[in-house]
């Protein structure tokens, strides 16, 4: 199974600061990537697919990156609403597995 | 608009099954492969299981591998996930999602289920 090491497991930022997520995974996955914003007691919802493609309706302050074994979500200016759980999922090879997610909250 | 709401849910004992349902609606559900993903307590995400738009063909981890069953009817557009031999480990609440290139792009209002004696 591929491995998602995703880090940090939690951080907390300052309005307008700009916050990276990253993603490590245990093998190459071709930019098989995707990003997930979870709110408190909410469902999950996608950002970015094939590691940089914002999903619409995603405001544009995110945005994803990497390539190989190597990625990135990028919040570029902290907003309250951004306060959630971030989770990591590859798409490369069965099972689907996911990054243990990143807890962001606002400082 | 795209919704995915499912319904089965519950209190089971270890041992015991329990078939979740996940009514489409919004899209054209034979377009898309669909698949579950969990989340016990507190915890991230599991995938659980996919299938194809057309239901020949399915996909699971190995912590559910030959446990529970994906499927579907197109004419009802309704995703299904039969579970049987439930153990604690699968309390979690139960997400019907809609594949999008890999990704998951819709999810619904999850469903809990709870294997306690």
């Known amino acids: 199974d591929i491995q998602m090491t995703q880090s940090p497991a939690s951080l907390s930022a300052s309005l307008g600061e700009t916050v990276s997520i990253e993603c490590l995974a245990s093998?190459?996955?071709?930019?098989?990537l995707a990003w997930y914003q979870q709110k408190s007691g909410k469902s999950p919802q996608l950002l970015i697919y094939?590691?940089?493609r914002l999903q619409d309706g995603v405001p544009s302050r995110f945005s994803g990156s990497g390539s190989g074994t190597r990625y990135s979500l990028k919040i570029s200016g902290m907003q309250p609403e951004d306060e959630a759980d971030y989770f990591c999922q590859q798409s490369y090879k069965y099972p689907r597995t996911f990054g243990g997610g990143t807890k962001l909250e606002l400082k | 608009e795209v919704q995915l709401v499912e319904t089965g849910g519950g209190l089971v004992q270890p041992g015991r099954s329990l078939k979740l349902s996940c009514v489409a609606s919004g899209f054209t559900f034979n377009n898309y492969w669909m698949s579950w993903t969990r989340q016990a307590p507190g915890k991230g995400l599991e995938w659980v299981a996919s299938i194809t738009n057309s239901g020949g063909s399915t996909y699971y981890p190995d912590s559910v591998k030959g446990r529970f069953t994906i499927s579907r009817d197109n004419a009802q557009n309704t995703l299904y996930l039969q579970m049987n031999s439930l153990r604690s480990e699968d309390t979690a609440t139960y997400y019907c999602?809609?594949?999008?290139?890999?990704?998951?792009?819709?999810w619904g209002q999850g469903v809990m289920v709870t294997v306690s004696s």
């Open positions: 094939a590691a940089s």
């Open positions: 999602t809609r594949d999008f290139r890999g990704a998951w792009d819709y």
């Open positions: 093998e190459g996955i071709s930019n098989d």
